[in-house]
């Protein structure tokens, strides 16, 4: 299987955004298949896609420098996240393990790019920096068991691994840098609670996991309905070809949001459980994997340095005229507020506001 994931590891360090993620019910083995089993950091044949690609990106970076490819350079970072419940909590966080961590919010530029906000990033310059993020988000993650699976995962895990490519200028040219990014997305499994037989707290993780599922699985429909290359000898405009998308109806397809676009290439996983009795599980996520491989998202195109600068350019922008209009606010306030004061009248009898002439000549008439 890994063969079909080698591809897209060049991909990125080539500069596109890459998504893989794995799908299926609870204890189908997807954490297995991103993560590994016990030992997988030592073992390569134990290894999770995870730790496999992020290794093979270092390895191609190091062949590209031994043999000198247009003098490029690499700068990596990973951030690692999970989505419980529908609150977005930071894996590499400073602190200990507390699994109540805060929980950050997810903006949108104005030019389309989602992000957590506050998120940590850890560089990386060894393949051993990675081993370490991925054990400590691994060991963060909220985990429980239940009758189907005794290490079931409760949240949904992104692992976002960030390259920074730049290649030497040629004579007379300036030097060229492309960020990109590859999202490991292991999801939690949907569950029926008359298998799992869960009550309490992970009733309401198991209510969460199923809703969040079914957010992406009303995105995977939308994007299977948008107009597809086929498609277009008919007419120009019509309501297949400007369906919407309903990205933000959940904090997990919200993230997803750039992972599930044209300029993305994406990979999904589904697993599957080797059982008779899940057997209508399995052929549910079968469908879903057959309605994703029908979804065409366009070609992808690379992403630059430039463009994620112009984005940020125009973030601090719109927080900048936030904070005159709020200083510009309070000023209007405050001489509002000092006028009204100036028209009270004193302690010591002094006058208020100018009384009405026809107020005074009734007055002088009595």
Partial sequence: MYAEVSPLVTSVLDGYNVCIFAYGQTGSGKTHTMEGGEGSSSDGEAQGINLRTLREAFAVAAERAAAGAAGETFKFSA??????????????????????????????????????????????????????VVALGARRRSVGSHRLNAHSSRSHALLTFTCEATSAAASGRTSTTTVSRLHLVDLAGSERVAKTEASGEQLKE??????????????????????????????????????????????????????????AKVLMVCCAAPTASHA???????????????????????????????????????????????????????????????????????????????????????
């Fill in 280 to 366: 209508s599980e399995t052929v549910c996520s079968l469908n879903f994997a057959g309605r994703c491989r029908a979804v065409q998202l366009g070609a992808a195109h690379k992403t630059d340095k430039c463009k994620r600068l112009e984005e940020r350019i125009l973030d601090l922008e719109t927080q900048l005229r936030d904070k005159e209009n709020d200083a510009t606010a309070a000023t209007a306030a405050s001489e509002s507020a000092g006028l009204s004061s100036s028209n009270k009248p004193t302690a010591k009898g002094g006058s208020g506001p100018p009384v009405p002439t026809a107020m005074r000549r009734h007055a002088l008439a009595n």
């Fill in 79 to 132: 951030e690692y996240l999970e989505v419980y419940q529908e609150h977005v909590r930071d894996l590499l966080a400073d602190g200990d393990d507390d699994p109540k961590r805060p929980s950050l919010e997810v903006r949108q530029t104005k030019s389309g790019h989602v992000f957590a906000e506050g998120l940590t990033s850890v560089g990386l310059k060894r393949p051993e920096d990675l081993e370490a």
């Fill in 206 to 263: 198991a209510s969460a996991i199923n809703k969040s599922l079914a957010a992406l699985g009303d995105v995977i429909q939308a994007l299977g309905a948008k107009k597809s290359p086929t498609d277009r000898q008919g007419p120009p405009a019509t309501a297949r070809s400007h369906a919407h998308v309903p990205f933000r109806n959940s904090k997990l397809t919200y993230l997803l949001q750039n992972s599930l676009t044209g300029a």
